[in-house]
């Protein structure tokens, strides 16, 4: 009797696990695709617009910082072949307003000088928020989004890490106001998870993982800027207050 230890259930298991990729071509698939795609490619499009928008905060870092930009000017070409490829539509008025809450707070902040507040925003919150959402797409996506997904996300990488390093140097002075950012922003990242959820599951990408992987990002990104264990675990806590 096969019981659930025996080698013949553990790889018949494996296997059917392996083959079942989402039907790429379906109407479920790419109306889903429509909506998750735009997000991806306003998000590429905002990040660049955002690092630009930094540039003028720190203008001895601008020359950085239009480098960083212009790879997300090259993440959004590559996702918008992703849609092209599938023979969807990306919804860019939907993406639009998911992104509005965010960029608003980031245009205030830009507005009003807080360097700061725009870091936490763009290159650690939305860089670990891309950073999780690629990272559970790519064994989901198609072969041909796959391998842009893959390039991508090493980009993002050097994006959350110039985060990282400027809040670093200058952690001494920015504790205060990256406190209060991260209590108005990350529960905004929450309900952007929570908003594309439904979507991103028809892509076979689940929101526990996601959420998962975002806070891992996200916590590494704080240890290496040198906050400690309790205001870190004092930052996660605004996600669940609210
Ligand atoms: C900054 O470099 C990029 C910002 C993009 C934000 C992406 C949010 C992703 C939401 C879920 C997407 C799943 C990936 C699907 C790719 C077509
Ligand atoms: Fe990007
Ligand atoms: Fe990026």
């Keep these: 009797m096969a019981t659930l230890a025996s080698p013949v259930e553990a790889s018949s298991h494996d296997a059917s696990n392996a083959s079942a990729l989402p039907d790429f071509h379906s109407e479920v698939y790419k109306d889903a695709y429509s909506r998750i795609n735009a997000i991806v490619i306003e998000g590429e499009q905002e990040a660049h617009d955002n690092y630009i928008s930094i540039g003028t905060l720190i203008p001895d870092q601008a020359e950085e910082l239009a480098r960083l930009a212009r790879m997300e000017l090259k993440h959004m070409k590559g996702f918008t072949a992703c849609a092209n490829n599938l023979g969807v539509t990306a919804d860019m008025s939907f993406a639009r307003d ?58 993002e990488y050097t994006h959350l890490n110039y985060g990282q390093e400027w809040l670093k140097a200058n952690l001494e002075s920015i504790r205060e106001e990256f ?27 689940e929101k526990e993982d996601l959420m998962a992987d975002f806070l891992s990002s996200y916590q590494e990104a704080l240890i290496e800027i040198g906050f400690t264990g309790r205001e870190i675990a004092k930052f996660a806590a605004a996600a669940l207050v609210g």
């Design 179 to 205: 406190e209060q950012a991260n209590r108005d922003n990350l529960p905004l990242v929450r309900t952007m998870l929570e908003q594309v959820a439904a979507d991103a599951a028809v892509l076979q990408m």
């Design 98 to 155: 998911f992104f509005a809450p965010l960029r608003n707070n980031f245009q205030t902040a830009l507005a009003e000088g807080k360097v700061v507040t725009c870091l936490l925003i763009q290159a650690i919150l939305i860089e670990a928020f891309a950073i999780s959402a690629y990272h559970i797409y790519i064994p989901v996506a198609d072969p041909f989004a796959r391998k842009i997904t893959e390039g991508v996300v090493k980009d």
